[in-house]
């Protein structure tokens, strides 16, 4: 399929049906794997509900924690009449106030989701432009080469710093990317106000998604 083709599919596929299906405090809670998944991951306040939100073309699709990290479970979307595919919202990492019990359970969850979920084909690692990556960032990064999982990483909120500061935070974010065995090169720059790469974001998620 041709770049403008996929586009044009993804755009059709998210204008259609996308309906939360569950969310799975556990692993024994998944649904059945028998849909493509697509999992999106970043800190707490990255800017994943937004996002998701602008992804699907809805308004509350995704709904952000009043308090951050607050959230620990993978909530699932399905996407397609009939479903063509999933996306996964993975719970907030590096809060600060969450307490170490909290933060246990989130990566144990995490982990094993990560290592033992067939139909996961690709994570989007959300990156805050403001900040580039950090270390939860970073520790996350190696989780992800640990299990072997591809991941793209995906710059969140370019339209609030200046473009000359986002060049320099693209090129850093570039050079760690080509560190990781598992990452993705490529990045995707993205503002869920203005829609910078939101089109692009959506085909990402349809050809990762029919590997």
Do not use: C
Not at 39 to 61: D, E, P, Y
Not at 121 to 136: F, Y
């Amino acid at each position: 399929m041709v770049a403008d083709d996929l586009t044009e599919a993804a755009r059709r596929l998210f204008a259609g049906r996308v309906e939360f299906l569950k969310s799975a405090p556990a692993l024994k809670f998944l649904p059945a794997p028998d849909h493509p998944e697509i999992a999106f991951a970043g800190r707490s306040n990255v800017g994943k509900s937004s996002l998701l939100n602008a992804l699907t073309g809805r308004k509350a699709i995704a709904r952000a924690s009043v308090t951050p990290g607050r959230t620990q479970e993978l909530n699932f979307f399905e996407v397609g009449e009939p479903t063509r595919l999933r996306l996964v919202d993975m719970p907030g990492y590096g809060f600060a106030k969450a307490p170490p019990q909290v933060v246990k359970q989130w990566q144990k969850l995490v982990r094993d989701f990560l290592r033992g979920r067939v139909v996961l084909k690709r994570v989007l690692l959300l990156i805050d432009a403001r900040h580039g990556i950090k270390p939860p960032d970073a520790e996350m990064m190696a989780m992800l080469d640990e299990a072997a999982v591809g991941y793209r990483l995906v710059l969140t909120k370019a339209d609030k710093i200046k473009p000359s500061e986002l060049d320099q935070v693209l090129a850093e974010t570039a050079a760690e990317a080509r560190k990781h065995s598992a990452a993705f090169p490529e990045l995707l720059t993205t503002s869920s106000e203005t829609k910078q790469g939101i089109a692009e974001l959506r085909a990402a998620v349809l050809a990762d998604a029919e590997l």
